[in-house]
């Protein structure tokens, strides 16, 4: 069982930056796949960013790329989503998530484990 703790989000002005952190409680995080997904109220969870198991590659969804970036840490168990050049449109809760089986997934249903999520809120 990995339990999975995200941290850093907050309120933020158009423009600027946030980089939210996920602690997992695993020691073997480069096992898994590992991403960011986000949700807005009445909406599903939508997929923002994953970063693969074997080689580190990195996949966006279209509307943060170029301005969102995705990193592990295994030394630290820990996954990040660095977050520039923030939009209103940004606004959400962020979710990291993990996976034993699948890596480099954009579908939700991939994921075995979830964290809290932790608020984003972009001010116009």
């Known amino acids: 069982q990995v339990q999975l703790v995200e941290s850093g989000g907050g309120l933020v002005q158009a423009g600027g930056s946030l980089r939210v952190s996920c602690v997992a409680s695993e020691r073997t995080l480069n096992n898994y796949g590992v991403g960011w997904f986000c949700q807005t109220p009445g909406k599903e969870r939508e997929f923002v960013a994953t970063?693969?198991?074997?080689?580190?590659?990195?996949y966006y969804t279209d509307a943060v790329k170029g301005r969102f970036t995705i990193s592990r840490d295994n030394t630290k168990n820990t996954i990040y989503l660095q977050m520039n050049s923030l939009k209103p449109e940004d606004t959400a809760v962020y979710y990291c998530a993990a996976t034993e089986v699948y890596s480099g997934s954009r579908r939700p249903n991939d994921y075995t484990y979830w964290g809290q999520g932790t608020q984003v809120t972009v001010s116009s």
């Open positions: 970063i693969s198991r074997t080689y580190g590659r990195t």
